[in-house]
């Protein structure tokens, strides 16, 4: 019996219901999704599952293929959406909403980097066969070669983190062609000899993500898989480079998710179960003057970012739609406003989730519970790459006119 | 010789100018506003002159009538876009944001509270005429009482403050009908022998906005002046109550550009004039971390808020659009978002006029650059109402499901 | 085999040491119990096991009689360096600084509430014998009842928590007589067949405090037991209500020793294992300039209410050094100084352990190093009463020199 | 007419008062100057006036030679009483509080570098003639040039400072002997042809400090006057370069003070003069939950920083004790502490000294009320040297045992 079969509240069959045809429909989806991971997220937290069942969810609600073609099935949406996505399936399950969003990062990869004959190719094969993306990239670490074997290049080596890879269909492989610098990317069936995974995330948060090392033993890509390349050499242009920002937005959003879901569960239990202070003259929790400033001031800053989130989403998409002209400049200034708006969806994610205990009492710091999987969620992620970095691109674009400079890290 | 006429950055004549058809080309009109008014904003913060240059100015840019209805020769544009020029002008000089702020909403008190036939007759005449509008209103001071005169209704008593009003055209008066609780508005010449103004507004920041107390003897008003008053009977409607957000939004937006304004003085100032410290090996300021790291942190905080502003203005927007619809629920939800954002633009406008002096150092602090006048200049209006009651205000809602209770001021 | 059996660092044979002497010597013998405790806080954590060999610890040590006269083998010593002892303890494990911290408290019961002669013999026995002190009070919860049953009374009910009276020699019991609001407090065994612990404490931290709920069936104390009874009658005198200032220092001490644990780890994590940013051009961690801020930050912060901790526990030694006369005003004014240090110290540990983890970086939120536990941990204590009418207390002494009105919970 | 006769609470004759003769006494003399200060201190501020009678003020009361010896009608006291004697006249007017503890550091100079002749003939003289310090030092700017000419030395050059120096009996002159590194100080009278003082000090805060430039020419030192010169060789010590955090800690504490004034008046307003919010249902302000939460946050931040300056203070006096033992390593963990204060008195009396104005309310921004004086003052000298480095330097001890270097200037 799988975990999502004893959820408290169970997943409808989406299968006879109509693909959402609309955004305001694919977000009405996304909450179903939602409330069924909320239902049980606190036990599977505490169980640390391999969450096949949570896939299963997300590809019967169609979510996966929110940003493929529609002559496939795709939704045929956009990232502003995808985004907002994210962030509800993270305010159910950070960890899911988590692998969501690198999932549509893979996905998009690609678009990214990719030949028109390979986007075209993958988009139609993922959509139509609902392939969840995992990733072995972390280009951190080089530590996955690649050997050149004339028709084919051969990946061996190890990624300490491989998020989501492990319940994945397809996995994007990422190493260097040994004695160059030259990254190639490459999109592998996930379930092969030649990959093995070490189960080894155990971490404070996000401990759904399936996060952990893996090993790559002699993974046989054909040259033209090699995402991009053209007669065996990569065409760069700018758009390659739109990973950074692009994923930096999807933690933006599975933080700001993460939070909405702490600050409304919150609300929710201080409406019904928290009591008002012994001593205080009030009768209700809710009557509490420090109650009603509290979830204002909280939830005022959540919306904040949140805007912001979606202003920047909005500017991004100008880059999308315009992958062949987008020019370094468009591209670091739109980092600038990502690396602004993931410093201010990292603190304001952590407050929330830490202050709304405030609200809740100190009953609600009974581990059944489970309120601190919030706020260990998002200080888990929030440190994929240190916060200061992100304010010093801001500043040091605003003093010195200068652009981040991509990579492929952060 | 007027303080215009010695401004370092002279007024183009914009007489000759083809008026503004987007949003784009009026934004850029309310920057080259922003720059004249900049050149010597901290000297006439100084001489705290009577702004009737200033008035000029916004008349002569065509800003006045941005709300106008283009047969008329005004701009046809709508709130969102207002607010923007209002942060623009308010990046300039703060006084004269919150002056064409509140002219905005004196222009727009005729939709707010009139009959579809004032409407129509205000707005032309407004249009045609540029009239700049002031206010004495605050109704927080019952102390304006109004005779009924059979044919005409006479306003007598005084206001604490009347905004803008000894520089306006016309003048948009409140009072009370003697013996009831009912508040009648009329638009009236500013200039006429029954007001008389006090000259008495001399506070620490906001020094030119001319918020003095005004008495009032004897204004005469025919009825059918009296704004939404049919057969001398007032006809409430939902739409009558949006006074209070969109005059909060008002304040929000200069907020905001006021710390703009700062934001962007400071990072000026830096580049070109503050030394990097003694001890710290950096050969420019612009390369010490702390600065990198302060003015990255503050640009990401005002992103925010301007980001929410927009979002909040735009869902405005739409109870514009359905005035004889808009229902107390959808007003209430719309005062809660104007309260979060107030409650953000007012925390972050006083953290970034405030430390901004981190990065520009010691000598800034001299009286002749006037760096402290961002800082005078929001925190004496963000005073206008407590912030803590907005905070209550979202809090209520989302604790208690309550609707802030509409009223005439704040 | 114990826990503490299995520890890396093994305590010292302390019963051939001297006792210490000086408020030093206690300081340096609590700092290696903090090393010994410390060494598997992370893995005791987890584990949640019963303290029993934590409390054999804390008395090997010789804490448990720091209090006690020195003629009876104590310590001699006063309320200040108690807080600091248990600021040291709580650094190492958080919850067996809580478990001292009680202890000072229930110990120091008979002085609060009891007579000349009662207070002679509980402290006479309890430091001969080495007692440990656990708690039934929580007099929020009126649901202990007590029957007089002539010589004896008789208490039974049922407490929602009773830290650490499962690991306790002896527990002080609080009820209410039957029918009247007299509150009586009597110091019993804790191994009695009357006391049944339940085991329910399963929070997200201060794990280890067995703050459970406890039964209490016909728990019979003689009348002469009654702490502070004379002829069956209580007389009330003003330093009756030190309680409440007491505890609330002793939740300040062990909350700022625990946000010291947090940051002395971290800085020696950061020193030997975290790497530089991987663009930011530094070879070590501490070279990075946002690491220089952001330890500076947090331990001045610290540094700052630690030093407001010691005043007011120098300001409280001077109250109990006038047992007899303090007045309502002294322990008034008291209280409020004790809330402004409570409300500081819940912020600055909240802030602390939650953003030493920027320091830290992503590798340190593996879950065997249990670096989350200084959050969780203070975030579970810091509820016990609502910070936010600490700061109310002092605000209304501040407005309205409204004294805190004493009672006998928080 | 001199501003201090027109006050409205006049000094009292102080010259037949007895001498404080303990801490409390010469604070209760501080807290009877302070009242003085207060009670014009918005106006003064206004006016700018050079403070003749300030400094007047402070000789009357007897505060200049508190640090004095007894024999010579000296108070005898040590620093952490001058400390807070600064604080307490801060409180009254930042500017003279930063006047007199400037005087109190130029009156140290002697104990820094002198000989113990030197220290002997200064004291004596200083206390015995009451003299008031200036300084014409600043050693950030090399700018005043020494000409050895034998049996004495002549300086000439330019200060961009000079603290109080218009204003003194002597000047405390720096300078570097040409040609070297040598810097030397004197201590010269202020009253003298080849002193002019530029009146240029015109900042938005410590508006009345004189701290303008200084023009020195051709100024005279006999050579044996030359502090800490024994045959024209200066025999180096650590307690030379006490100067830093001797200095800082004033800096600290007429923060602490100006932060304490501001907070203390809006009290004192709040109760007298702040109004309710119109719609909030309470009868007073001290009622409104907002009130209550406001001040009791920033008085428990305040509390814990004055604390920390006190803790602070006194481990500065054991070193001042042992001025010819002082280790490099001692003086440098000291300066780290001092460091740590300096950066939290700078955060928390802006904190205070902006905020404060939520609970004073609009009203309370008129100019005459001068309320924005507080913030401009310790916003004007929290910029001598940028914050950012005292978090760094404590970072950097932690993170790299790296002792601060001594510098002549902060």
Redesign the interface.
């Known amino acids: 019996m799988t975990t999502l079969e004893k959820r408290p509240t169970a997943a409808p069959d989406w299968s006879a219901a109509p693909t959402p045809d609309s955004p305001e429909a694919w977000l009405a989806r996304a909450r179903e999704v939602r409330a069924i991971l909320a239902s049980d997220a606190a036990a599977r937290d505490k169980a640390a599952e391999t969450p096949y069942a949570e896939v299963a969810l997300l590809k019967d609600a169609g979510l996966v293929t929110l940003l493929g073609p529609t002559a496939e099935g795709g939704g045929g949406q956009e990232w502003p959406l995808a985004y907002k996505v994210v962030r509800e399936v993270a305010a159910g399950d950070g960890s899911v909403g988590q692998l969501l969003g690198y999932h549509y990062l893979w996905f998009w990869a690609a678009r990214l980097v990719g030949t028109e004959e390979q986007i075209a190719a993958v988009e139609a094969d993922a959509t139509r066969n609902r392939w969840f993306f995992g990733g072995a990239v972390n280009p951190?670490d080089s530590d996955v070669q690649i050997r050149d074997e004339g028709d084919h290049i051969v990946y061996s080596g190890r990624k300490s983190f491989s998020t989501g890879s492990k319940v994945s269909d397809v996995t994007v492989l990422e190493g260097v062609l040994t004695g160059t610098d030259t990254h190639v990317f490459a999109i592998v069936p996930s379930d092969q000899p030649g990959i093995t995974f070490h189960d080894d995330w155990?971490?404070?948060?996000q401990r759904l993500t399936e996060s952990g090392s893996v090993t790559i033993a002699d993974v046989q890509v054909p040259w033209e898989a090699a995402a991009g390349f053209v007669d065996r050499t990569f065409q760069p242009r700018v758009y390659n480079t739109l990973n950074v920002p692009t994923i930096q937005l999807v933690f933006v959003n599975f933080y700001l998710g993460i939070a909405r879901g702490a600050l409304e569960e919150a609300?929710e239990y201080?409406?019904t179960r928290t009591r008002p202070?012994?001593?205080?003259g009030q009768e209700r929790a809710?009557?509490?003057?420090?109650?009603?400033?509290?979830?204002?001031?909280l939830?005022?800053?959540l919306?904040?970012?949140?805007?912001?989130a979606?202003?920047v989403a909005e500017e991004g998409l100008a880059i999308h739609h315009d992958a062949a002209g987008v020019t370094e400049q468009q591209r670091g200034e739109h980092e600038v406003?990502v690396?602004?708006?993931k410093?201010?969806a990292t603190d304001v994610s952590?407050e929330i989730t830490?202050t709304v205990?405030?609200g809740?009492?100190?009953r609600?710091?009974?581990?059944?519970l489970?309120?601190?999987r919030f706020?260990?969620n998002v200080?888990?992620h929030t440190?994929?790459?240190?916060?200061?970095?992100?304010?010093?691109?801001?500043?040091?674009f605003?003093?010195?006119d200068e652009l981040p400079?991509p990579?492929w890290?952060s």
Chains 1, 2, 3, 4 share one sequence.
């Open positions: 951190r155990d971490n404070i948060g609300i201080t409406r202070w012994l001593h205080g809710v009557d509490e003057p420090y109650q009603l400033d509290l979830y204002g001031d939830a005022s800053k919306w904040a970012v949140e805007a912001l979606d202003q406003r690396a602004a708006v410093a201010r952590l830490s205990f405030e809740l009492g100190a609600a710091t009974a581990a059944a489970g309120f601190d706020w260990r200080r888990t440190l994929h790459d240190p916060v200061a970095y992100k304010r010093r691109e801001v500043g040091a605003l003093l010195r400079e990579t890290y």
